[in-house]
């Protein structure tokens, strides 16, 4: 279990939201799935929503941004030391900034970015809020990774912004690395699977823990989910990819965050 207050180590993932039509539908899934306690948000921020793990912040719920066909979808967000900073590195390393830097009233500062491989990620420079406040229990943050077409373009790309090392975790025909911060894993980047169909997009994957990963596959299609990858083992626990019932895309794991192998 990590428990966290201050602001997380710039190049950490530190948070995660969803960008939903419904928030009160996304509400009673991820409540009825995680066990979140989920406190609606003001007018003032479009009813963005905080959801909890025994009082611990662990993930956010807002409207949708961009055009009405956008898809709903879950945002990781990387910690910043100065977005503003961040934003230029962003540029200059071949990314492109979808929006900000902007404050976000006294919570913090913010982007949204893609990366030269085409997944979208966020930027966040604490304020008031610091980010995820539990990690790697049940219902919480267990691991963020990077999936794209362009591996080696990517690591270069996050390795210019973050200052990534990487350790290989490659195997035939796979290719993964852990981006690692003074020699520690923060997170994954890998490669598409090859065979996929090219509608498939790069992307920021979030896994939640869960205490059993087939149970929670049972629930989720129970309150109207879907399963996009069926649970199957890996040496760091059991996984799935699922969608909720608006068509957002995450996954979940029944061990500590520990990097696995989802490809």
């Known amino acids: 279990m990590v428990t966290r207050d201050t602001a997380w180590p710039a190049g950490t993932p530190c948070w995660v939201d969803l960008g939903v039509d419904d928030i009160g539908r996304a509400s009673a899934f991820y409540g009825g799935l995680f066990g979140w306690h989920i406190q609606e948000g003001p007018p003032e921020a479009g009813g963005y929503s905080m959801c909890e793990v025994n009082g611990r912040p662990v993930a956010g719920i807002g409207p949708k941004l961009g055009p009405a066909e956008t898809p709903a979808a879950w945002t990781t967000y990387l910690a910043s030391d100065d977005a503003d900073d961040t934003v230029s590195k962003i540029k200059a390393a071949g990314g ?40 790697n229990e049940p219902g919480s943050l267990a691991w963020n990774e990077n999936m794209s077409r362009d591996f ?9 912004v973050f200052g990534y090392d990487y350790g290989d975790l490659s195997s035939q025909g796979f290719n993964y690395a852990t981006a690692d911060l003074d020699g520690r894993p923060v997170a994954g ?7 996929l169909p090219p509608e498939v997009p790069a992307n920021w994957a979030a896994y939640f823990g869960v205490p ?11 309150l109207g989910g879907g399963v996009v990858r069926p649970a199957w083992d890996t040496p760091y626990g059991r996984m799935a990819v699922l969608a ?13 965050g520990e990097p696995g192998e989802p490809g």
């Open 96 to 135: 492109q900034v979808v929006a900000g830097p902007m404050d976000v009233m006294d919570a913090g500062r913010t982007a949204v970015a893609a990366d030269p491989g085409g997944a979208l990620f966020g930027v966040w420079q604490a304020g008031a809020h610091t980010g995820a406040g539990l990690a």
């Open 152 to 160: 080696d373009g990517n690591k270069a790309f996050y390795r210019a």
């Open 189 to 195: 980047i890998g490669e598409l699977d090859l065979n």
């Open 212 to 222: 059993d990963a087939d149970a929670a596959v049972a629930r989720a299609v129970e």
């Open 244 to 256: 909720d019932d608006q068509g957002a895309v995450f996954a979940i794991v029944s061990s500590s």
